[in-house]
């Protein structure tokens, strides 16, 4: 599947190198496997928030590579795409390593409070 990644100007290449390899402490997950769009965008939503709350500063979203999703490709993983681009609270974001979901998961970098 496609390899997504995104950063904000203020992000350095080092993080986002670190970010992409794997190497940045994530203390949360969120699987949105067989959720609609709509419940997608809440769960995701939440949890940013949480997180953020709690200080955590990478997190992984797991939203599938849309296998199952017939002729629609992969829904989920194109809606978060595009979600997370959108919040000033998402610094950057990448596909995980294949251990961890490869193209069917990001790690996001959170801004800290």
């Keep these: ?4 990644t995104f950063r904000r100007e203020s992000i350095s290449l ?4 670190d970010l992409k390899r794997g190497n940045l402490q994530r203390r ?8 609609t769009s709509t419940a997608a965008q809440a769960a995701l939503r939440d949890f940013i928030g949480h997180a953020r709350s709690n200080g955590f500063r990478c997190v992984r979203v797991v939203h599938g590579k849309g296998l199952r999703s017939g002729n629609r490709g992969a829904v989920l993983k194109t809606k978060v795409n595009h ?7 998402v610094l950057a974001f990448c596909s995980a390593q294949p251990a961890e979901g490869g193209t069917g998961a990001v790690y ?3 801004k800290t409070r």
């Design 1 to 4: 599947g496609e390899t997504l």
């Design 14 to 17: 080092a993080v986002m190198r």
């Design 28 to 35: 949360e997950a969120l699987d949105l496997h067989g959720m």
């Design 83 to 89: 979600w997370l681009r959108q919040w000033p609270e």
């Design 108 to 110: 996001v970098l959170l």
